[in-house]
């Protein structure tokens, strides 16, 4: 009877988050017709961001299955977190914590991201050091292994193989094998315990 009971109430909360997230699902849609840009995308997940509890973890859910690349069942954005970027792919059982922005990603299966992280763009979102800030953007995929731990505050710029940990407050500009531990600004590997 339970697990009846359950089901019952994932399809209701399931129901709820589609209800909460239609109208910035209408705004997102009206995004086809701006020439290209994702304004009404990312004002609506702004909005849903801010929606508390299990009720906005649902209509999150609800509106990224249906606005990014890829956002399969079991994943979850957390209150205050949202993504800027339509081709973001989230795949099953990944989860995004608080306060987070997320550009154009792909969360393997099972990660698991801390609050407070950012992971942009690519390195060159804004330009370079060496070309200075330009009006040429440079969008790139930024890739995270499945089952990879993020920790709180790190800023991620370069992808992150599977089965890794990335240490709270890390600032990740080179890509990191699988397996790895990193810590640090800039982050760096250090020896795996046991």
Same mark, same amino acid.
Not at 115 to 120: A, E, K, L, Q, W
Not at 121 to 148: F, K, M, N, P, Q
Not at 160 to 168: K, L, N, S
């Given at each position: ?28 849609? &009206? ?35 249906? =606005?990014? @690349?890829?956002?399969?069942?079991? @994943?979850?954005? *957390? ?40 992971? =942009? ?19 790139? &995929?930024?890739?995270?292994?499945? *089952? =990879? ?8 710029? @370069? ?36």
């Amino acid at each position: 009877m339970g697990g009846g009971l359950k089901g019952v109430f994932r399809t209701l909360l399931a129901g709820a988050g589609i209800l909460i997230a239609f109208p910035a699902l209408v705004l997102a849609a &009206c995004d086809r017709c701006s020439g290209g840009r994702d304004d009404g995308f990312v004002f609506g997940g702004q909005a849903l961001a801010l929606v508390p509890g299990v009720i906005g973890d649902a209509a999150r859910a609800a509106y990224y299955s249906r =606005t990014l @690349a890829l956002f399969e069942a079991g @994943a979850a954005v *957390h209150f205050g977190s949202y993504f800027s970027k339509r081709g973001a792919r989230v795949h099953a059982g990944a989860g995004v914590g608080a306060y987070c922005i997320m550009g154009l990603v792909d969360l393997g299966p099972g990660v698991r991201i801390a609050s407070r992280v950012s992971i =942009t763009s690519g390195l060159h979102y804004h330009g370079s050091a060496a070309g200075g800030i330009r009006d040429e953007i440079i969008v790139t &995929c930024v890739a995270v292994g499945a *089952h =990879t731990w993020i920790g709180e505050g790190a800023v991620i710029g @370069a992808d992150v193989g599977a089965d890794c940990i990335v240490g709270m407050g890390s600032v990740v500009i080179q890509a990191v094998p699988d397996h790895s531990i990193v810590i640090g600004n800039p982050a760096r590997r250090v020896p795996s315990v046991g």
